[in-house]
């Protein structure tokens, strides 16, 4: 059974506001979008992945992943996280209505395409989600096949998989729970090792608190 994954990104003026000041201010919308690409490279990568599609009303966005090789859609008629990552899945079940879908936050720049190929397997076909490294948020959260998303992201948004029932996936994977919404983030994600967009960014501009 192969897995689709959703992928939302919301407008890139307002995108990583917490993230801000990591580098030089001017820079900042190209460090989101080498999160990005790194991210979904990754994910691309990943054994049992079959698509990546990436839901952003944003014309950058868009034109930087159709540049790289990656499907963007634009969002929706329902504002908002949650209702961009049902609109992918929406999508993905035209397509494929047996199929399973997953939802993948878009700002993971160390993801290692083994860690969330072993998460997929994991889950074992069951509904089921991984846990941000603060315990707190998502990083990914899986379908059963056929099945409705039911995607709960936002604060809390563990707890709200886990009584959703969604089974909680507990083995280590530091690269799939590593999201990056602030600087400290952005440190973790470096010590771990960042994929190529974001390592050549940060090793080309002006950084703030974030040396790597
Ligand atoms: N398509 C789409 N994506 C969204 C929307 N809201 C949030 N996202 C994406 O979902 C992920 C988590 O969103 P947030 O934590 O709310 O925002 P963020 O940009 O990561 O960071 P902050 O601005 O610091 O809150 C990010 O990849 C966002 O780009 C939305 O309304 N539409
Ligand atoms: C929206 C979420 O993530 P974050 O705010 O960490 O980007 C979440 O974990 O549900």
Redesign the pocket.
């Known amino acids: 059974m192969q897995t689709d994954l959703v992928?939302?990104?919301?407008?890139l003026g307002?995108?990583?506001?917490?993230?801000?000041g990591a580098v030089a201010p001017d820079e900042h919308t190209r460090l989101?979008l080498a999160i990005?690409l790194d991210t979904v490279t990754a994910a691309a990568q990943a054994d049992g992945v079959r698509r990546v599609l990436?839901?952003?009303?944003?014309p950058t966005v868009a034109s930087t992943l159709a540049k790289a090789g990656f499907e963007c859609v634009p969002?929706g008629a329902s504002?908002?996280?949650n209702?961009?990552?049902r609109?992918?899945a929406h999508l993905l079940r035209e397509a494929d209505p047996a199929g399973r879908v997953g939802a993948l936050?878009?700002?993971m720049p160390a993801l290692r395409p083994h860690e969330l190929a072993a998460a997929i397997k994991t889950s074992d076909g069951g509904r089921a989600f991984v846990a941000d490294r603060q315990t707190t948020?998502t990083t990914l959260l899986l379908s059963a096949p056929g099945e409705p998303l039911n995607p709960r992201?936002?604060v809390g948004s563990a707890r709200a998989h886990a009584a959703s029932g969604a089974l909680p996936l507990t083995d280590s994977w530091p690269s799939l729970r590593c999201?990056?919404?602030?600087a400290e983030d952005l440190r973790a994600a470096c010590d771990l090792g960042l994929g190529q967009h974001t390592s050549a960014l940060l090793g080309a501009v002006a950084c703030g608190p974030i040396e790597c």
């Open positions: 992928v939302p990104v919301k407008a307002d995108a990583k506001s917490r993230l801000r989101v990005l990436v839901v952003s009303s944003d969002e504002p908002g996280l209702a961009a990552y609109h992918g936050q878009a700002d948020g992201f936002g999201d990056v919404d602030t």
